[in-house]
């Protein structure tokens, strides 16, 4: 472990593929933090509407849903794992699908509501490394350090695109492209809690560099905190 004395509350958003999860995750296993994944929680929602069949219409049913849905986030080597309602889920909530239905019913405030309230339960003690889209300008405005990660769409697009070849994923880069296009514009324009840089952030662009170079860059902030 990091000489680390007090532990820190760090904040890391950014849009998709910009490389958050697997950085977030390895800086947590440096320090021993908590690593939370806010993004599963908004998957696993999407997984359930899927499973029941409701249109995205129906924003009251899918409200009920998140309401009655338990999420449960533990410590996995490569993550963490999902489970709903106590089922294993960590896998399911990978597919290109559940990520765009998650965008979209990431746009309904009450679920947010309802996640962003679990998330702040979780992260309430400290110690934790949490990422998603929000955390730094709602689920936690008073977070020791806010990175904002991004990288360019390109860069994004090819992180994405071998990633899901690795899952056996038939779909072609400019799919991928185009998918990444039209969640990041959905991420940024919605009007409950866009995804925005804050001013207090720190901007670090991922293009070009290794995932170490950017976990060394946030670590050594970290060890800058006082
Ligand atoms: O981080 P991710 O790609 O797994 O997130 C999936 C979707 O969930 C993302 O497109 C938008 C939504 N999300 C959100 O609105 N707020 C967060 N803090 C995390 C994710």
Do not use: W
């Not at 593929?17 to 929680?41: C, F, N, P, V």
């Not at 089922?87 to 990520?99: G, Q, T, Y």
């Not at 860069?155 to 969640?183: C, D, G, M, P, Y």
């Not at 324009?189 to 170490?212: F, V």
């Amino acid at each position: 472990m990091e000489n680390q004395q007090k532990k820190y509350l760090i904040a890391i958003d950014g849009p998709s593929a910009a490389g958050k999860s697997t950085i977030a995750r390895i800086i947590a296993q440096k320090l021993e933090y908590l690593y939370i994944d806010s993004g599963a929680m908004y998957r696993a929602i999407a997984l359930k509407v899927i499973q029941h069949n409701l249109s995205l219409e129906k924003k009251d049913a899918i409200i009920a849903l998140a309401s009655e849905t338990r999420i449960d986030l533990r410590p996995a080597d490569d993550g963490c794992y999902v489970f709903l309602n106590g089922i294993d889920v960590s896998k399911k909530i990978r597919s290109p699908e559940i990520s765009q239905v998650a965008s979209q019913i990431s746009v309904i405030p009450e679920v947010r509501k309802i996640l962003v309230h679990a998330q702040q339960s979780l992260g309430r003690n400290g110690g934790v490394i949490m990422e998603g889209r929000d955390i730094g300008s709602k689920v936690f405005p008073d977070a020791d350090l806010k990175i904002f990660l991004d990288a360019s769409e390109r860069t994004r697009a090819q992180r994405r695109f071998t990633e899901n070849q690795k899952k056996n994923s038939s779909l072609s880069l400019v799919k991928t492209l185009h998918e990444i296009r039209q969640r990041d514009q959905r991420d940024r324009t919605r009007e409950a809690s866009p995804l925005i840089q804050t001013e207090d952030a720190i901007y670090l662009d991922s293009s070009g560099k290794n995932i170490l170079q950017v976990v060394s860059e946030i670590i050594d902030r970290i060890n800058c905190l006082k």
